[in-house]
């Protein structure tokens, strides 16, 4: 049976989307889907409990600054350029699909040098490391670099942005149709719960976790707080009106469709999910010298474009917290357009478009590796 390679990781971000479009080509053309992934244990179990083949790689970071780790990294990505190139020589894909991160560049790599087309997507405002490594791969073996924004293919070099295309980012077919009603069956949840639903990453966050904790006796006497803390060491608070869970897998479409309102960090895939739900969003995006501010410019696109409320570092305390989610809860006008304008967005969802675009390229014979 031909097949197809799928390839990224390091987050939930970077695999979840990248399901949505390998479901989507699995339905479509009915061929094997396989995934080049890291030896996260994590990465590894998403994939194989969506019924794909997991082949891991030695994954190194990329850095943009100077550090001593570089040099054992560079080992690593050496070694997984190999490894990858191993695997597509002996699966022998129509094509290459990226999802991104640090592990995706090595198989991006080996998939050109091997004559295979690549496809990288970005789903991030400003394209990432990987994606700016990887689009040049896309370029050399005739695929695409596909961006969810219009705005981030002006930041490609101009001899990139002629393969670049805008298709939205893809999200799971669960959340566009889930139901409100399983939700509240899984949290045990009355009907007339206000569900605030509270989302740190598949990772968690710890500032958000303490935030949310500091905000807890004022949050409860608004909604009922469901809380994805991430796995931790420590014990939640015990609280009436606050469902702590460490990790949300299945249930989360519905219970996403259950809430009046939500609360996350603003990484690409959390954001657009909830687009796609069509709910009202309160941000808090990752900032500080830990990473490149994609999703500082991720909250800033969908405050701008009327979706979210934003909360900048130097607002992020409790005090301020609680008046936000206040005014939000006492706004059902403000809420609603929230809403719409957070649904009008995830109309967009690329995955139809990304899924048809890698049929079309996958009907061609995959060429005899070198």
Known sequence: MWSIAFTGGGTGGHIYPGLAVACGLKRKLG???FWIGSRIKMDRSIVEAAGLDFFPIPAGKLRRNFSFKNFGDFFKV???????????????????????????????AA???????????????????????????????????????????????????RRALVMANPVRAEFQNADPLAGRAFLGARRDDRILLVL????????????????LEELVQMYLVVHQTGFRESAPPSLAGYKPYPYINAELPQVLAAAELVLCRSGAGTIWECATAGKPMVLLPLSGSGTRGDQV???????KAGAAVALPPDRRNPEDLIRIIRALAE?????????????????????????????????APPKEAP
Do not use: M, W
Not at 81 to 103: M, T
Not at 297 to 303: G, K, M, S, Y
Not at 336 to 349: D, P
């Open 31 to 33: 061929c094997r889907i």
């Open 78 to 108: 050496a070694a997984g350029f190999f490894a990858a190139r191993k695997i597509l020589k002996r699966e022998k894909p129509a094509l290459l699909f990226s999802k991104g991160g640090f592990v995706s560049v090595p198989p991006c």
């Open 111 to 161: 998939a050109s040098s091997l004559g295979i087309k690549v496809f990288t997507h970005e789903s991030d405002y400003s394209p990432g490391l990987a994606t700016r490594i990887n689009a040049r791969f896309a370029l050399k073996s005739g695929g695409n670099i596909i961006t969810a924004y219009r705005e981030t293919v002006e930041k490609f070099p101009r001899h990139i942005r």
């Open 200 to 215: 740190g990453g598949s990772q968690g966050a710890v500032e958000l976790n303490r935030l949310v904790e500091a905000s």
């Open 297 to 303: 410019e991720n909250a800033r696109f969908f405050e």
């Open 331 to 363: 706004d059902e006008k403000k809420r609603r357009a929230l809403a719409e304008a957070s649904a009008k967005i995830g109309a967009g969802n690329g995955t139809a478009d990304i899924v048809a675009l890698l049929a079309d390229s996958a009907k």
